[in-house]
């Protein structure tokens, strides 16, 4: 079975200052993964995704990942956050067809 | 641009309502999913259809039906809507074609309903 930890719920930081969300995932198979965006009252938007290759994955709005396969881990990164990075954000693994997501990180950013 | 749409950003029905959650994806993808979001519990899938006609259970179907009579369209139904079904409600379609879009979810805005 295959599952997904986002050990943080919120993230406050400080405007300019970098930031990391950690994400854990478990599978006995290959997986694709995931970092999802999700602003108030939206749906979810993709940041970045991993499927093979390089083990750094670079994403749309300044993010980035690395995919460690030793440690299980897939942690989102920025190196300088603004006010627009609010929002929460989601891992998630995939299989075939289906999809597991973790239950969220909200990142707080503040002036 | 990929587009999901869903038919309401916002729902009140009354409990034992019977509910059209309607969905539709412009870009021919085979696969189609229906999640409910709750504060804390991130995403749970309730179904998802991988053909036409053709549906899966997800984690939690209890109480939901669906319905895919075209590619393009994904429909949710709540045959008694209740209380507990109170929430937010989001679809998604992918592809299964290889390249860049091999496995990525794209999803709609999101259909906000409330029973009450």
């Known amino acids: 079975a295959q599952s997904v930890t986002q050990l943080d719920s919120q993230v406050p930081v400080f405007e300019e200052a970098p930031v990391e969300l950690r994400c854990n995932y478990s599978?006995?198979?290959?997986?694709?993964l995931f970092w999802y965006v999700q602003y108030p009252n939206q749906g979810l938007q993709l940041l970045l995704k991993?499927?093979?290759?390089?083990?750094l994955v670079k994403g749309i709005n300044g993010f980035e990942a690395e995919f460690n396969k030793s440690q299980t881990s897939f942690h989102l990164r920025k190196p300088s956050v603004h006010i627009s990075d609010t929002a929460e954000y989601f891992c998630?693994?995939?299989?075939?067809?289906?999809?597991?997501f973790g239950t969220g990180t909200r990142l707080k950013v503040l002036a | 641009d990929v587009k999901v749409t869903q038919s309401s950003r916002y729902l009140v029905k009354r409990t034992g309502e019977k509910v059209f959650l309607e969905c539709v994806q412009d870009?021919?993808?085979?696969?189609m999913f229906w999640y409910r979001q709750d504060p804390g519990l991130g995403l749970r899938l309730i179904y998802f259809?991988?053909?036409?006609?053709?549906?899966e259970k997800g984690d939690i179907p209890e109480g939901y039906s669906v319905s895919r009579e075209k590619k393009e369209r994904f429909s949710l139904i709540l045959e008694s809507a209740s209380t507990n079904q109170t929430s937010m409600y989001l679809c998604?379609?992918?592809?299964?074609?290889?390249?860049?879009?091999?496995?990525?979810?794209?999803f709609g805005p999101g259909t906000r309903l409330t029973v009450t």
């Open positions: 599978s006995s198979v290959s997986v694709y």
């Open positions: 870009m021919d993808h085979e696969n």
């Open positions: 259809s991988y053909d036409v006609k053709m549906k």
């Open positions: 998630a693994v995939s299989g075939t067809y289906k999809y597991i």
């Open positions: 991993y499927l093979s290759g390089s083990t």
């Open positions: 998604a379609s992918s592809s299964l074609t290889a390249g860049e879009l091999s496995y990525e979810q794209y």
